[in-house]
């Protein structure tokens, strides 16, 4: 099963945020994070990833450098500003109602079991 | 089967290469991709795989660049529209250094250009007064300036430099050595082919770097079209700049009438020639040339009224009047069909085969010489009755300039287009022809004056 491209979309910049938000990155490990959280259920392309970041820089929630890391190669770095862990805040309350309303209606009126699997491993 | 680390990086350079070639694609975004096609091949190599087996395999994992680079244009749609930075480039400190240099060293030739225009005045010029002395001058004052800062731009040699300055003394001299009366035709004459042979000296400078180029020459033909459209774009600004500076001062009870007119219209008309020089050096490879696509609007235009123009002559069997105004009038019409011809040259993709454009420019070309073909002989005429004038005889030698070129281009956009000749023919023939041009106006300038008794 995969995630469709308008869900993907929709929770592209949470998911960002939120892994930046645990520590700095770069492209490539941030793609294969999310890789990972999803178990590769999540169909992201570097045509999404990297557009994105630079609107989030645009927008000021994110700040790029390029750094060297010891032994590595000399790389962009990506971090999250205090602007960005606002809109991380707020994406988070708006994506908490979205899926307790939608666990809300799944469980059933006698509250019994999810029907379908989420895609919030970024917010967890 | 190749798969050495020096291999690899070869691809790696490759695949650089054609992301350089996106346009939504900057250096900093090929350097990031680069580094997450590399963060790619290295999983790809631990997990066992050959170099080129882990480079295909990375490159096709990041899908086609066709979609990547649509997905960057969707968050950069300004880098569509091509720029045109002015200072402060973000390709790197390097780049910013020169645009900084070339900015000041722009303004300073700018000023120079602005404030030679007032220099006049310290030796007891007066603007108001001697508009003969202005006219005849004001390319000396400003167009040294332009020919400088594009000297200065291309490194010129010393003897090209040399070259130049012994131009624009000899103009000076031809300006002001002559006892040209004020009313004179003569000091007319001058004033208009003045600024025309100091033009080419301003072309010497921009071919400074290979001076017998054909195709340096066509730059300049490019140049000087797209200069006359910055400047007149900048005049505008100006215009509007001014009426506000009027509007608003007046409004308070201050006129700066005699500010404006004395200073800042003089100096900045002086300025922005070097400014719009700038420009053009600047937006060459940025920002589409506007010319030719004047050019393309307008040489259907004329066709049409030159024909129409000759259809009405034969059937009315009028006959041209052939006063001094008619005769620049003629030679103006034909210097307007040399630049539609010229500038579309200038274009023209020259592999392109003979299209319906050049059909028309045929056209365009064979009804110009048709129309003044019967001016020339309407003029003859005059002169072997009245005998000749200083305006006479330079609009008659502009007339015969001009009527070789378009005489022998016509020819060669006839072979055009039987597909007889190839078109770098005609581009040749053009740029081989412009020295032409400033041989006419020097001897207009330097020669006219003596032979009429300075009349």
Sequence with gaps: ?124 | MTNGPDELEAQFAQWRQYVQRRRELREPDADELEDHLRGSVDELLTAGLHPDEAFLVAVKRMGSLDDLSREFAREHSERLWKQLVLAGDTDGPAATTRSRRDLLGTLLFAVGAAVSVKVPELFGANPDEDGAFYAANASLLVLPWLAGFLAWRRRAAPALIGVLLALFALGAVAANAYPLAEESQSLVLTSIHLPIALWFAVGLAYVADDVRSARRRMDFVRFTGELFVYYVLIALGGGVLIAFVFGTFEAIGVSPEDVMARWVMPCGAAGAVVVAGWLVEAKQSVVENIAPVLTRLFTPLFTVALLAFLVTFGVTSGVIDVEREALILFDLLLAVVLGLLLYSISARDPLAPAGLFDRLQLALVVSALAIDVLVLLAIAGRITEYGTTPNKAAALGENVVLLINLAWSAWLVLGLVRGRAPFAALERWQTAYLPVYAAWAWIVVLLLPPVFGYL
């Design chain 1, 1 to 124: 099963m995969k995630v469709t491209k308008d869900l993907v979309a929709a929770s592209a910049t949470p998911m960002v945020l939120g892994i930046l938000a645990e520590a700095d990155s770069y492209g490539y490990a941030i793609l294969r994070r999310i890789n990972e959280l999803s178990g590769g259920e999540l169909d992201w392309t570097e045509g999404l990833l990297y557009p994105l970041l630079h609107r989030l820089e645009r927008l000021g929630h994110v700040e790029a450098d390029w750094r060297s890391v010891a032994g590595e190669r000399r790389r962009k770095y990506y971090r999250i500003t205090d602007s960005g862990l606002a809109e991380l805040a707020e994406q988070r309350r708006q994506w908490d109602t979205v899926v307790d309303a939608l666990k809300e209606i799944w469980r059933g009126p006698d509250g019994s079991r999810s029907l379908i699997v989420f895609p919030s491993g970024g917010l967890a």
